[in-house]
């Protein structure tokens, strides 16, 4: 502590003083005598109470009578570490803050500083006011939780580090779906049916994921693209795309074709190569762009021939898979490749009955739609160009 003291003559002047100290209202003793200084750093001991008084001593020798009580009493209280405490807080990814102390900064004595001890893994930009403890954030990054500290120092030198932890909130993650395509199986399109996407966040689970449309939705023909969006506990969203294509009839036609190119690429046997290349001439017949309105109406004049091509490939196949010392290619992969080209037949007779407004017509068509499906149902190759039979008739009569 700083103990200071004073006096004056109106004679010959102050020449020196004499400080005496009590310790816990004990006796007086000198602590310093005869000294010129008027003040002087005394160590005392936290929890004492201390009284000085000081004696004057002129230049004539006259000394200044004692006094009865201390001119001043000191109680030393003991150094305690600064208040200083926050609560822990959330932002999001590149957002700003400024965090006010939850309690503090305060000192018995007083505080010297308040600093940044440590920033942790917490990479964004970071101030902290020297006198309020105020912590400014900017530019909040990464994602995830980071701890930090700060360090409120005393004018004694004694610290107090108060830590709290920032949540930086980033939207959550979604990974799409590759793009999917299938075939027409109505003259809506087709129901399709796809896993829902992934989503994780780094801090504010569960995350829910919606898509637009959803799946086991009615796709139309054509290309539809689906938005899947993620949300997360606070409300954070994120989104990807991904295509959703149904093949019109023509198109169908086109990828089974190709289908059929790639497995003759395959096939060592002379008599399932000449099978093959046979279906791939009908069915590059039933392609023909003169045949075809757009990819969904043969035209009215040449449809039947679309039809009849079919036909010819369907049993080029059915041939194939009664072959039974030909393998390759399996039967598995000729029957999938006969029921594309059946259903895609089925299909544009119904959006030809779709288009059809005169209920005998309708009637009429759909009569040799249950025809073919009886046909179809019965999983026997050799009945597929039958089905097709029916599907045309179908067609035409609608």
């Known amino acids: ?136 954030l900017t530019n909040a990054a990464p994602a995830g939780t980071h701890t930090i500290m700060i360090r409120a120092t005393d004018n004694c030198g004694l ?86 294509t149904v093949s019109a009839p023509r198109q169908v036609k086109q990828q089974v074709l190709s289908a059929i190119t790639a497995l003759r690429a395959t096939v060592t046997d002379k008599k399932a190569r000449d099978k093959l290349d046979d279906a791939i001439k009908h069915l590059t017949n039933a392609i023909d762009p003169k045949l075809w309105i757009n990819d969904s109406h043969p035209t009215e004049k040449d449809g039947e021939k679309v039809f009849d091509e079919e036909k010819g490939v369907v049993k080029d196949l059915a041939d194939l898979i009664k072959n039974k010392k030909s393998m390759n290619p399996t039967d598995a992969a000729l029957m999938d490749l006969i029921a594309r080209l059946v259903q895609v037949d089925r299909v544009l007779a119904l959006i030809s009955i779709s288009e059809q407004f005169d209920p005998k017509k309708i009637s009429k068509a759909l009569d040799e739609i249950r025809k073919g499906d009886a046909d179809r149902d019965d999983d026997k190759p050799s009945h597929a160009d039958n089905a097709i039979d029916y599907y045309k008739n179908a067609w035409k009569k609608s």
């Open 159 to 244: 610290p107090t580090n108060a830590t709290l932890r920032i949540t930086v909130n980033a939207p959550p993650t979604i990974s799409c779906l590759l793009p999917i395509t299938v075939d027409a199986t109505s003259a809506s399109g087709a129901i399709v049916t796809f896993t829902t996407p992934v989503a994780t966040s780094l801090t504010a689970n569960p995350v829910s994921v919606s898509c637009a449309p959803p799946s086991s939705s009615t796709f139309s023909i054509g290309t539809t693209n689906v938005t899947c969006t993620a949300r997360d506990a606070i409300n954070l969203t994120s989104s990807c795309s991904f295509n959703v």
């Open 1 to 136: 502590m700083n103990v200071r003291w004073s006096g004056t003559d109106s004679g010959s002047g102050v020449a020196n003083y004499t400080v005496f100290l009590s310790d816990n209202g004990g006796p007086f003793n000198q602590w310093l005598t005869n000294t010129t200084s008027t003040n002087a750093t005394y160590t005392g001991t936290a929890g004492h109470t201390y009284g000085f008084y000081s004696v004057a001593r002129d230049n004539a020798g006259n000394t200044e009578d004692p006094p009865l009580t201390a001119d001043t009493i000191v109680t030393v209280n003991a150094n305690t570490p600064p208040t200083l405490a926050y609560a822990n807080k959330s932002l999001n990814l590149g957002a700003s803050l400024n965090i006010i102390p939850s309690s503090g900064p305060s000192d018995n004595g007083s505080v010297a500083s308040i600093a940044l001890l440590n920033q942790g893994t917490y990479t964004g930009g970071i101030s902290v006011n020297n006198a309020t403890g105020v912590i400014s």
